[in-house]
C-alpha cells in the first residue's frame, strides 16, 4: 500500500516534478490514441459494463456529476475568496487555463461522444452534454476542484480526492456522454496544469497556501 508519510519526505520540487512527467506521459498517450478515427474494444467493453449498472443509480450519478462542472467551480472559488487569497488564485489560474485547454483539445481532436456513435444502445443521460468527448471537461474540472481542497486539508487522505475524481468519471460513463479515453485525458490534462501552476506560482516563489 502507498505510504503517503514517506511520499511527503521526498523533496517538493522533486515529487512535483515526478508526478509531471507521469501525468504528461498519460495525456500524450491518451491523445494519441483519441486522434484514432474509430472505437477501441476495451473501451466499448468497460463503457457497457457501466453504462449498465442498476438505473435506481442514475440520480446519484446525475448529482455526482456536478461535482465537475463549473457551476462547482465557480461556487468554490466565492467560498475560497473568503479565505485565503493564495489559494482562490491558484484555483482560478488552474481552472481557467484548464477550461479552455480542454475547449481547444475538443476541437482539436474532434472525437464523438458514444451516444452518438452507438446509438440506440447508448443514450445520453446527461441531456446537457453537448460538444465533442475528448477530453472530459467535468472529469478536468474536478481534478482541479481535488487538488485544490487537498492541498487546503492536507489531513484528509489523498486517496478520497481521488474516488471523489473517479466517481465523477465513472457517472460520465454511466451517463453515456464519455468513454474511458475520455476520463483519462481529462484527468491528466488537469493534473498536469495543476502541478505546473503550483510550481509557478506557489513553490517557486516560495510561498505557503
Known amino acids: 500500500m502507498l505510504n503517503y508519510s514517506k511520499i511527503s519526505k521526498v523533496p517538493k520540487y522533486n515529487f512535483s516534478a515526478v508526478l509531471l512527467l507521469v501525468a504528461f506521459i498519460i495525456l500524450m498517450f491518451t491523445t494519441a490514441l483519441a486522434g484514432y478515427v474509430g472505437r477501441y474494444e476495451f473501451e466499448d467493453k468497460f463503457l457497457v459494463f457501466v453504462y ?15 461535482g465537475g462542472s463549473i457551476f462547482a467551480a465557480a461556487g468554490l472559488s466565492i467560498w475560497l475568496s473568503l479565505r485565503r487569497s493564495l489559494i482562490v488564485i491558484f484555483f482560478v489560474v488552474s481552472t481557467v487555463v484548464t477550461y479552455f485547454l480542454v475547449e481547444a483539445m475538443k476541437q482539436a481532436i474532434a ?99
Request: glycine fraction near 8%.
Open 52 to 66: 449498465n449498472w442498476p438505473t435506481w443509480l442514475n440520480s446519484f450519478f446525475v448529482i455526482l456529476t456536478y
Open 111 to 209: 472525437r464523438p461522444r458514444p451516444f452518438e456513435t452507438l446509438a440506440p444502445e447508448i443514450v445520453a443521460r446527461d441531456l446537457q452534454a453537448y460538444g465533442f468527448g475528448f477530453p472530459s471537461g467535468h472529469v478536468a474540472i474536478s481534478v482541479v476542484i481535488a487538488y485544490t481542497l487537498h492541498r487546503l486539508y492536507p489531513k484528509v487522505s489523498w486517496a478520497f480526492w481521488v474516488g471523489f475524481v473517479t466517481f465523477v468519471g465513472l457517472s460520465r460513463i454511466y451517463l453515456g456522454v464519455h468513454d474511458l479515453l475520455d476520463i483519462l485525458g481529462g484527468a491528466s490534462l488537469a493534473l498536469v496544469i495543476c502541478v505546473a501552476a503550483e510550481i509557478l506560482i506557489v513553490k517557486s516563489n516560495k510561498l505557503r497556501y
